[in-house]
């Protein structure tokens, strides 16, 4: 079955400490992108990677990082939460057709 | 930058009803638009996607249409059913691989 997987589904941290979100795709996909979702806002697009070592900046990557060192894993890092970074992120992959998303991770940071 | 908007926010109509959903875009130089279903605490399901030189695309009960001249889409829902309660969003992607997404129609179907 063609999935997305991230982990944790839901984390309470708080201020500084550093966490990774993980994100696995099963579909052999070059494109891979996070986003937060936020009320209001909409999904905005954090960071985005069209292939093994090669990451962009999106909309709003401040305070975050990614890698790429796998196709099929892009973890989303962040070295020093703070609490405006509290929201629902997602991690999608593409084909040409369309956009696959994990299930969300509902992040709190106090 | 591209902004997305979507009007209206919130849509509650009776079950069996036509309905259309509109998202409009400021930038025409698009890859494509991607519909997208969101339930609540659940992440996002793809409905239809419109490459750019594409007028419209069709599934089941949905029909989605294009003008990227002037910076629309539209999504009509047939015989509307209380399963088809959820947000919906849409999402273009630009030439620059980057997507932008509304901010969402939550529909309420009735029944």
């Known amino acids: 079955e063609a999935q997305v997987t991230q982990n944790p589904r839901y984390l309470i941290t708080v201020t500084g400490k550093k966490l990774t979100v993980t994100c696995s795709q099963n579909?052999?996909?070059?494109?891979m992108s996070w986003y937060r979702q936020d009320p209001g806002l909409g999904l905005r697009q954090i960071y985005y990677?069209?292939?093994?070592?090669?990451?962009d900046k999106g909309d709003v990557p401040e305070g975050y990082k990614v890698s790429r060192k796998e196709k099929r894993n892009f973890p989303l890092i962040l070295e020093s939460p703070s609490p405006n970074q509290t929201s629902l992120y997602f991690c999608?992959?593409?084909?040409?057709?369309?956009?696959?998303f994990g299930p969300g991770t509902r992040l709190t940071v106090t | 930058k591209q902004e997305v908007t979507q009007i209206p926010a919130a849509l509650s109509v009776p079950e069996g009803e036509n309905l259309v959903l509109n998202c409009s875009f400021t930038?025409?130089?698009?890859?494509?638009l991607q519909w997208f279903r969101q339930d609540p605490g659940k992440g996002l399901t793809s409905l239809l996607l419109i490459q750019s030189s594409q007028r419209e695309q069709t599934s089941g009960r949905l029909n989605a249409s294009l003008d990227k001249s002037s910076g629309r889409s539209t999504l009509y829902i047939a015989a509307s059913q209380p399963g088809d309660s959820a947000t919906y969003l849409c999402?273009?992607?630009?030439?620059?691989?980057?997507?932008?997404f509304g901010t969402g129609t939550s529909l309420t179907v009735i029944p």
């Open positions: 579909m052999n996909h070059e494109y």
């Open positions: 999608a992959s593409s084909s040409a057709r369309e956009q696959y």
């Open positions: 999402a273009v992607k630009n030439t620059g691989n980057q997507f932008y």
């Open positions: 990677s069209m292939n093994v070592e090669v990451t």
């Open positions: 930038d025409s130089a698009i890859y494509n």
